[in-house]
C-alpha cells in the first residue's frame, strides 16, 4: 500500500475517534425521542380532530343554509303553489355535503325540508344529522343537541318574496310599463 492511503486510512480512524462521544450521545437519545413521540403524537392528533370536528359541521350548516336560502327564492317565484320542485332543488343543492359520518349520514332520506309560503313571505327549514367523533359526540349530547341518530342540524331561513317598498300587484306592474 501506498503512504498516501495509510494517511487517509489513519485521518479516517481520527475522525471517528473523535464523533465517538456524540455518536454514542445520540445513540441513548434515539430511545428517548421514541418515547417522546409515543406520548407527543396523540395528543396532536387528539387536538387535530378537535380542530377538524368544528370545521365539519360548520361545512355541512354552510351548505344548509345556502341550500336554503335557494330554495326559498325558487320558492317564491313558484306561482303554481307547487314546492316539491323546490324540495327536489333543495336537495340537489344538499348533494354537496359529503356522507362521511362526520359531515352527514343518512343520505337523501335524512335530509328534513320544510317550505311554508304565505302571503309575500316563504319560510324554509332543513335538517339533517352528523355522527361526530365520541368527545365532540358526548358534549353535543350534554347540550341536547344529539337524538339517536346523532347531532341534529337544523337551519332555518325566513323571507319576504317581496320588498315592503314594492306597490301594487303583477297586473299593476304590466299596465305601469305598457305589457
Known amino acids: 500500500m501506498c503512504r498516501c492511503s495509510e494517511r487517509r486510512r489513519s485521518g479516517e480512524t481520527l475522525l471517528a475517534e473523535a464523533w465517538a462521544p456524540l455518536a454514542r450521545k445520540v445513540a441513548c437519545a434515539q430511545g428517548q425521542a421514541t418515547v417522546e413521540a409515543a406520548l407527543t403524537l396523540p395528543s396532536v392528533m387528539l ?41 327536489e332543488f333543495a336537495l340537489r343543492r344538499l348533494r354537496a355535503v359529503p356522507e362521511v359520518p362526520l359531515f352527514h349520514v343518512g343520505g337523501d332520506g335524512d335530509w328534513d325540508i320544510a317550505i311554508e309560503r304565505g302571503d309575500g313571505h316563504v319560510d324554509v327549514s332543513i335538517a339533517g ?51
Open 47 to 87: 387536538v387535530l380532530a378537535l380542530m377538524v370536528q368544528p370545521a365539519c359541521l360548520s361545512y355541512t350548516r354552510a351548505i344548509m343554509r345556502e341550500a336554503a336560502g335557494e330554495c326559498a327564492r325558487a320558492a317564491s317565484t313558484a306561482y303554481n303553489g307547487d314546492v316539491a320542485a323546490c324540495k
Open 129 to 179: 344529522h352528523a355522527r361526530p367523533l365520541p368527545l365532540m359526540g358526548a358534549v353535543a349530547a350534554f347540550m341536547g343537541m344529539s337524538d339517536g341518530e346523532g347531532v341534529m342540524l337544523r337551519v332555518s331561513l325566513s323571507s319576504d318574496t317581496r320588498a315592503s317598498w314594492v306597490g301594487g300587484d303583477y297586473g299593476a306592474w304590466q299596465t305601469m310599463w305598457g305589457a
